[in-house]
């Protein structure tokens, strides 16, 4: 069998063809750029070389004319061109300057503001101060939390208003919001404080005034005193005489009867040796008792005020005659009715 290349003898010349032609059309294309490329040189080359004229026409007067090279021309268009960026680089620049300068000074400003409205609210705190001290001196309240303050706190609040001054006033770089955090809450502190103090005096106020409320301190009638409070002589004829634990007040029957101070009646009815009685208590360890009565209005649970009428002057139980026997206790002991009213 004859090899291969000698059943196709014509395939290596074919291959050799086809190359040598590839080749030539890829070196035809190249020269054609070349050419193309070169001409383009040549006409940006007599573009510079040649002359330009320039003519300026004013309305009035003479006109000029300026001869120069394109290369000239090209040459001023970019020195202009640099020159206009660059300017317009610089502006910016200031620019920028200038608005953060600006932004600054107005926040310097607004610090300042800041600072003298934290200032005022410092003062306020001080005064309010000064006001807790001459309302707990009008309540004459016996003692508080908040009475005796810490030596050196006045001293230290005016060392906080000048850091803090020294610190609104310094430049925005060396802000130190730290410090500025420390201020803020060391008011916030204040602030809670006089709250809290004054909470305390509003419940001493409201507890002082039930107490007042509570405290026995009219006359239960307008009728004459008969008997003092204390040791006296039995009215029934023994011969060891006995403590009396209030007043007898003499009066007419069915005189009225008022409560001497506001309470919750407890006890309503017949007591022995007291007859038809009313029993208050009035809280603050106080309670009151009004024996003898006839015609009573008021029962068990009910509020009474002071002078409210609970009953009338009668004769009833271990009497000798129409009269009103009243007595006060104070945690648990009879006192004199004596020392609560005039």
């Given at each position: ?33 070349m ?60 620019y920028?300057?200038h ?34 001290k ?41 802000f ?5 955090e ?34 026995p301190?009219?006359r ?18 023994n011969?060891?005489?006995?403590m ?16 001497t ?40 649970g ?7 009428q ?7 139980g ?11 206790w ?13």
């Open positions: 069998m004859p090899p291969f290349y000698a059943q196709q003898p014509s395939f290596f010349p074919r291959c050799a063809l086809c190359t040598y032609t590839k080749q030539t059309a890829e070196a035809a294309a190249q020269y054609d750029r050419k193309k490329m070169g001409k383009k040189m040549n006409s940006l080359n007599r573009f510079l070389s040649d002359r330009v004229d320039i003519i300026l026409m004013p309305r009035a007067g003479a006109s000029r004319k300026f001869k120069l090279t394109g290369l000239t021309l090209v040459v001023l268009v970019l020195a202009w061109l640099v020159v206009t960026l660059g300017a317009l680089w610089l502006w910016s620049r200031a920028d300057y608005l953060t300068k600006a932004d600054n000074e107005l926040m310097r400003v607004k610090m300042k503001l800041i600072s003298d409205e934290l200032e005022r609210g410092r003062n306020y705190l001080a005064l309010t101060q000064t006001t807790e001459q309302m707990r001196q009008m309540l004459g309240m016996p003692g508080g939390k908040f009475i005796n303050l810490p030596k050196g706190l006045e001293e230290k609040n005016r060392q906080e208003d000048e850091r803090a001054k020294k610190l609104f006033e310094s430049d925005l770089k060396d130190d919001t730290e410090e500025f420390k201020y803020i809450n060391s008011m916030q502190e204040t602030a809670q404080e006089r709250l809290a103090s004054f909470q305390e005096i509003a419940w001493y106020y409201a507890n002082r005034r039930e107490g007042l409320h509570s405290t301190s009219i239960p009638s307008s009728a004459r005193i008969s008997s003092g409070f204390g040791y006296r002589r039995d009215l029934f004829g011969a060891v005489g006995h009396h634990n209030g007043l007898d007040f003499a009066g007419k029957p069915d005189s009225p009867i008022v409560v101070a506001d309470g919750v009646v407890r006890h309503t009815g017949w007591v022995n040796g007291y007859g038809q009685a009313v029993l208050v208590d009035h809280g603050f360890g106080y309670s009151t008792l009004y024996a003898h009565a006839t015609g009573i209005k008021v029962k068990p009910d509020v009474v005020r002071r002078g409210q609970i009953a009338f002057m009668g004769t009833t271990r009497s000798t005659g129409t009269h009103l026997h009243y007595e006060v104070k945690d648990g002991r009879p006192v004199n009715p004596r020392d609560y009213f005039k």
